[in-house]
């Protein structure tokens, strides 16, 4: 990738975490801190990584997405509307009875959403069925799935990384965001999961380590995995909660808060700044 294409994923990704804070603070409830630190995952994956059409979200060969860690979805609802799926004030409605947008996905209510999650640990395996029956359908499309860090420490899990590897899945990419914090502290405290790639290579994974924000890092592991053959790929991506608002980075308390009228202000005079500097830079 070059400059210019480095420069607009992370606009993208900076509009997302813009959205996430305008979603969590009209719901007044909400999950900012791991959204914000997904988000430039989530841009590189609509923008560059998967073959989709947002014109036609049930389009049968588009390439599937399963956010395993479903609470995280605000930031993936803003890349939706930012590529079209639906209109960017949908995300002021967050949460809402009646609303597109509730607090986890819904496949059956938003377009772009391929798999309804929440219960943690479970969209891992939704994620090795879509894998599997492209296997079995011949088809060509791919599979990816977005983890929490925390949510590894779910045995099924493990269940489904057997499956995935038994099944020879080459074309599933797990991604865990690793951000450290999970809703009751740090991950290493809660229960340790390190070292994590001997754990996902020992069930017969091709891991990849990498910084979660660092877009061609991000692009050379995606790259990487489309050459991968005969096992699942898993992409451990070290990143920050609350990345790109200062007074929520590293902070578990903003795991599952949502942030007041003068919180909202500077978060989002934050990112404003942010996506202004990269623009000006364009």
Same mark, same amino acid.
């Given at each position: ?59 049968? +060969? ?18 939706? !509307?930012?590529?079209?799926?639906? +209109? ?28 309804? $999650? #929440? ?9 090795? #069925?879509?894998?599997?029956? !492209? ?7 791919? $599979?990816? $799935? ?17 499956? !995935? ?53 991000? !692009?050379?592991?995606? +790259? ?28 578990? #308390?903003?795991?599952? $808060? ?25």
């Amino acid at each position: 990738m070059d400059s210019s294409e480095i420069k607009q994923l992370q606009i993208l990704a900076a509009k997302a975490r813009l959205g996430a804070i305008l979603g969590t603070y009209h719901a007044k409830s909400g999950h900012p801190g791991g959204s914000l630190s997904a988000a430039d995952i989530f841009a590189y994956l609509y923008e560059k990584e998967m073959n989709i059409d947002p014109k036609n979200p049930k389009w049968a +060969d588009r390439d599937r997405f399963v956010l395993s860690k479903g609470h995280c979805c605000p930031s993936l609802y803003a890349v939706l !509307a930012l590529k079209g799926y639906f +209109d960017w004030d949908e995300l002021t409605k967050l949460r809402q009875v009646g609303a597109m947008l509730q607090g986890h996905p819904d496949m059956k209510g938003t377009p772009g959403i391929d798999m309804s $999650t #929440g219960s943690l640990g479970q969209g891992i395996s939704a994620a090795c #069925g879509m894998a599997l029956a !492209a296997k079995l359908d011949n088809k060509d499309y791919r $599979t990816y $799935t977005l983890l929490g860090d925390g949510e590894v420490e779910e045995g099924q899990v493990w269940e489904a990384a057997m499956f !995935a590897s038994h099944n020879k899945l080459d074309n599933l990419v797990v991604i865990v965001d690793q951000n450290g914090l999970q809703i009751d502290g740090s991950v290493e405290d809660v229960a340790g999961i390190e070292p994590l790639d001997k754990k996902f290579e020992s069930f017969g994974f091709y891991v990849i380590k990498i910084d979660g924000h660092d877009f061609e890092q991000i !692009a050379e592991a995606l +790259d990487k995995a489309k050459t991968v053959k005969g096992q699942p790929t898993a992409i451990l991506a070290k990143t920050v909660k609350g990345k790109g608002v200062s007074f929520m980075e590293n902070q578990v #308390g903003w795991h599952g $808060t949502a942030p007041n009228k003068e919180q909202y202000e500077q978060a989002t005079a934050e990112l404003q700044a942010e996506i202004d500097r990269l623009e000006g830079n364009c």
